[in-house]
């Protein structure tokens, strides 16, 4: 097998425990529960065993539109830093998985996460930890750790991990740029008050999921009348 087949197993049975973990906080909550999934895809849910046994409407917000949804799902196209369009707590939970990352900037990251602790009575947020030794992006060990520069260099001379070889220097950089993982330090700012729970491989912290509000007697979601 290869090593990106290897590592792809790997998150393969990683987001499986990771999503059994996100069900098994739900049975105290009433249903039907109303889900907003930030840069959500039906594939995820789908390979997840669907919301069946979640009894759950389940709204995809991502940057592109989705079709062919079962009768529980929607789909709105948006800007997870920016969920203005919904209310205060207006949903029982909100999910993100690996999405945070992809936002951009610190500043970015906190306008996202102060978005989805107002309009969640709960959220359920799972990200890449920075400080693993692979690059989750390339698969290519210590990858994220050279200076942007230097990544931007690699990608234009030669292929990287999984992505081939490009010609010009503004993609480059682009590929460079696009993700930037979050820090354990940046946990207590985006989402103060939550438990992080670490997820491990090999006894290092691959990834954080962090949640709050499970709780037995946490308040239900303002419905839409």
């Not at 987001?15 to 959500?40: K, M, N, Q, Y």
């Amino acid at each position: 097998m290869t090593q990106s087949g290897w590592l792809s197993q790997v998150e393969t049975r990683a987001r499986r425990r990771r999503h059994r973990l996100f069900t098994g906080l739900l049975p105290v909550l009433d249903r039907p529960l109303e889900i907003l999934d930030v840069g959500g895809v039906h594939d995820y849910w789908k390979r997840a065993g669907d919301t069946a046994p979640l009894n759950a409407n389940v709204v995809l917000f991502n940057v592109f539109s989705q079709s062919d949804l079962p009768a529980n799902f929607s789909s709105v196209v948006g800007d997870a830093r920016d969920l203005s369009r919904y209310a205060d707590q207006q949903f029982d939970v909100v999910f993100s998985n690996s999405v945070i990352g992809h936002v951009g900037s610190p500043q970015d990251q906190l306008r996202m996460a102060r978005e989805i602790r107002r309009v969640g009575v709960r959220h359920f947020v799972q990200t890449p930890n920075h400080g693993f030794p692979i690059d989750w992006r390339t698969l290519v060990p210590g990858f994220h750790f050279l200076p942007v520069e230097l990544q931007a260099w690699c990608f234009q001379k030669f292929p990287v991990g999984r992505y081939e070889r490009v010609d010009d220097r503004q993609t480059a950089v682009e590929l460079a740029t696009r993700i930037r993982n979050v820090r354990k330090r940046d946990l207590p700012v985006f989402f103060p008050d939550s438990k992080v729970v670490c997820e491990r491989f090999l006894g290092l912290t691959k990834s954080f999921m962090i949640h709050q509000g499970f709780e037995a007697d946490a308040p239900r979601a303002e419905r839409a009348s």
